[in-house]
Structures are given as C-alpha cells and as structure tokens.
C-alpha cells in the first residue's frame, strides 16, 4: 500500500558521540550512481541519497562525524533542502549522526522493530518519527522511495529501499557484493537472509543494486550472492547430519566457486562457524533424536 506521509514535527532525541565512532577517520566520497541517486562513502560504509526539486531524501548518517561531513556537502551542491532520513535498521554503526541530519522538523523514518529496538537500548541517536510494519512509499517531487521489510535477515527491521524511476535498490548488510558476509555472521539470521534474497529476487527486477558495504551490482551479481549462501548453509547442515564436528567441517568444506569474493580464506571459516551455531541455537540440533552427536 502507498502512503503519502506529511511532514511532521521531529520527536527525536540524541545523546553523546560513541568514542570509538569519533576517533576512527574516514575517507569520504559522494558519487553520482544513477540519474538523481547518489552514494556517500565513509570509508567501508555506503549510504545513498535521492534528489529531487522537492528536496532530499538521506539514508542512514554511518556517525557524526560522516554526517556532518555530509550536510556540509549537500548544502555546497544543491540548492533543496533535506526532507526526510530514512533508516536501513537499527544497527547503531549506520544510525548514529542522525540528529545532525535530521534537525529541526525532518522526520526519521524506520521500520517499527528498528524503532523499537533504538528506543528499548537507549541508543544515542535520533529516534524515528513514523514507522510502519511491511511497507510504505515516501513520495518526494518526481520520485518514489519504496521500503520494503522482508522479515529478519540482519539486526531488527532491516529494509530494502527501491528508488523510482531511477529503478536503484539500496540494501544494508543482508546482501553484500563481492565479499564474504561478515565474518561468523554476528548478528545475522542465515535463514532469513536466504528467504529476503529471495523475495527481493522474485519481484520487478532493479537496474542497479548499492550496498551499505562492498559493491554495486546487478541482479545476476545478487543471485551469485545467493548461491552462496544457500551452499554454505547446505554445506554445513549435510555435515552436521552426518555427525561432523565444527572444526571438521571447517577443515573440509571449500566452495571453490566463490573463491573469488574478498576475505574468502580469511572469513569462509567463521562463515561455517556462524551457520554452525545458528542450527544448534536456532534449529536446536544438539536435541534432535535422529542425530547420536554431541554438538
């Protein structure tokens, strides 16, 4: 369903910089990716931004310091205002910054368990004005923001935002292109990032894919993306259902196929691992009957 969202006044709160965040220097860049889309680096991290002649929507601010870096920026190239910041999820390693952004009465916008989980943790940041439960379309001049949740993936509500007619998928985290998923997937739910690869796969097909890390791409980079995640899983279920420990499988198990993705020797061992451990704490593998193993 489309919803035509006014503007409103800003409710959100913020607190002190993250010492960690404030110290870690950035390189920053801001490139033109496809008609009035725009990605904004800050070192490894990505975020995008739509400009219209009715302003500017912005994505997640990375930190304080990237956002400011940002709003200076946009002020020097453009002539609109910031309307709206629209939040990938809750992680606080993209939301942080917001209040710099977001000043005044630009709302934050963020799927509800992205919302819930800022404001239920305290975080030190901006906390969303409107939130919404599957999907909403931010109308913004000439162009249309579609968020999209397909269930859990990656932290607490994490979205995909498709911006028409530029036909630009933004993704943060749960896809990623040309590099291995992060390490022992922490915080992810491998189950859930096959599921929404899939759906985002199975509806009208984008002309260009950015993510909040790593590369851009095309829909055949994000299928290559999925085959491997759904043989890293088959890999580690076939092992551990015929009784093989972790160490072994991480002996034994190479995907030579996608051998080539950054941090591959380095990372497709705690790959395995963080599949591991989602099947005995989620699928609860060490009770099952049929299996006479310890895990």
Same mark, same amino acid.
């Given at each position: 369903?489309?919803?035509?969202?006014?503007?409103?006044?800003?409710?959100g709160? #913020?607190?002190v910089?993250?010492?960690?965040? *404030?110290?870690?220097?950035?390189?920053?860049?801001?490139?033109?990716?496809?008609?009035?889309?725009?990605?904004?680096?800050?070192?490894?991290?990505?975020?995008?931004? +739509?400009?219209?002649?009715?302003?500017?929507? +912005?994505?997640?601010?990375?930190?304080?310091?990237?956002?400011?870096?940002?709003?200076e920026?946009?002020?020097?190239?453009?002539?609109?205002?910031?309307?709206?910041?629209?939040?990938?999820?809750?992680?606080?390693?993209?939301?942080?910054?917001?209040?710099?952004?977001?000043?005044?009465?630009?709302?934050?916008?963020?799927?509800?368990?992205?919302?819930?989980?800022?404001? #239920?943790?305290?975080?030190?940041?901006?906390?969303?004005?409107?939130?919404?439960?599957? *999907?909403?379309?931010?109308?913004?001049?000439?162009?249309?923001?579609?968020?999209?949740?397909?269930?859990?993936?990656?932290?607490?509500?994490?979205?995909?935002m498709?911006?028409?007619?530029?036909? &630009?998928?933004?993704?943060?985290? #749960?896809?990623?292109?040309?590099r291995m998923?992060?390490?022992?997937?922490?915080?992810?739910d491998?189950?859930?990032?096959?599921?929404?690869?899939?759906?985002?796969?199975?509806?009208?097909?984008?002309?260009?894919?950015?993510?909040?890390?790593?590369?851009?791409?095309?829909?055949?980079?994000?299928?290559?993306?999925?085959?491997?995640?759904?043989?890293?899983?088959?890999? &580690?279920? /076939?092992?551990?259902?015929?009784?093989?420990?972790?160490e072994?499988?991480?002996?034994?198990?190479?995907?030579? /196929?996608?051998?080539?993705?950054?941090?591959?020797?380095? #990372?497709?061992?705690?790959?395995?691992?963080?599949?591991?451990q989602?099947?005995? /704490?989620?699928?609860?593998?060490?009770?099952?009957?049929?299996?006479?193993?310890?895990?």
């Open positions: 369903m489309k919803l035509m969202i006014p503007m409103v006044l800003s409710l709160l #913020w607190g910089i993250l010492p960690s965040q *404030a110290d870690e220097a950035y390189e920053y860049k801001i490139e033109q990716m496809k008609d009035n889309v725009y990605r904004f680096s800050a070192g490894h991290y990505h975020s995008i931004f +739509v400009v219209t002649d009715a302003g500017i929507l +912005v994505t997640d601010p990375i930190n304080d310091a990237a956002a400011s870096y940002l709003k920026e946009l002020a020097k190239r453009f002539t609109v205002p910031i309307r709206y910041l629209v939040y990938s999820h809750n992680h606080i390693d993209h939301t942080m910054g917001s209040h710099i952004l977001a000043e005044g009465d630009i709302p934050v916008v963020a799927h509800e368990f992205a919302a819930e989980d800022l404001q #239920w943790t305290k975080a030190p940041t901006a906390l969303p004005d409107i939130t919404f439960q599957d *999907a909403m379309t931010l109308q913004l001049g000439d162009s249309e923001i579609h968020l999209q949740y397909h269930g859990p993936n990656n932290g607490r509500g994490s979205v995909s498709r911006v028409m007619p530029a036909n &630009v998928l933004f993704v943060v985290d #749960w896809i990623v292109l040309g998923p992060y390490q022992n997937l922490l915080g992810y491998i189950h859930g990032m096959i599921h929404s690869t899939r759906e985002v796969l199975a509806a009208e097909p984008f002309d260009l894919f950015i993510g909040g890390h790593a590369d851009t791409g095309t829909r055949e980079d994000v299928e290559h993306y999925l085959g491997y995640l759904e043989a890293l899983y088959a890999a &580690v279920r /076939e092992g551990m259902l015929a009784g093989k420990t972790l072994t499988l991480q002996a034994e198990i190479r995907l030579p /196929e996608y051998a080539h993705l950054r941090m591959y020797d380095e #990372w497709l061992p705690m790959n395995i691992a963080g599949v591991y989602t099947l005995v /704490e989620q699928s609860y593998f060490n009770f099952r009957p049929d299996l006479n193993v310890e895990f």
